[in-house]
């Protein structure tokens, strides 16, 4: 069974940069669409970036410029580099991984916080 494990998250202050990690197990890694969203409080989770299998990466207009997520196939692991944090950033961060074409499976990390705050 897959499973996705997310670190990194933690308490910073505006403007501070942050990297969150992902590591998968249990599935073949190099087949899956994987990438982050978040959930701030009080609203719903949003897509932050994705990583195609193409090796395109997609990010909200709230996270260009600012984050960077990458993959390491060798490692089964998903990064999210964060710059410029602010508030707004804050929410709880979920790491994903997503199957299709290949298949219909779809796993997801248990989160890791980020707290921006002075």
């Known amino acids: 069974q897959g499973q996705l494990v997310e670190s990194g998250g933690g308490l910073v202050q505006p403007g501070d940069s942050l990297r969150l990690s992902c590591e998968a197990s249990?599935?073949?890694?190099?087949?899956?669409?994987v990438g982050w969203y978040r959930q701030a409080p009080g609203k719903q989770r949003e897509l932050v970036s994705r990583?195609?299998?193409?090796?395109?990466?997609d990010y909200a207009d709230s996270a260009k410029g600012r984050f960077t997520a990458s993959r390491d196939n060798e490692k089964n692991m998903v990064f999210l580099d964060m710059h410029g944090l602010n508030p707004e950033d804050t929410a709880i961060y979920y790491c994903?991984?997503?199957?299709?074409?290949?298949?219909?499976?779809?796993?997801w990390g248990q989160g890791t916080q980020v707290i921006v705050s002075s």
């Open positions: 994903y991984a997503n199957g299709q074409p290949y298949n219909r499976n779809e796993f």
């Open positions: 249990g599935i073949l890694f190099n087949i899956y669409t």
């Open positions: 990583i195609r299998l193409t090796g395109l990466t």
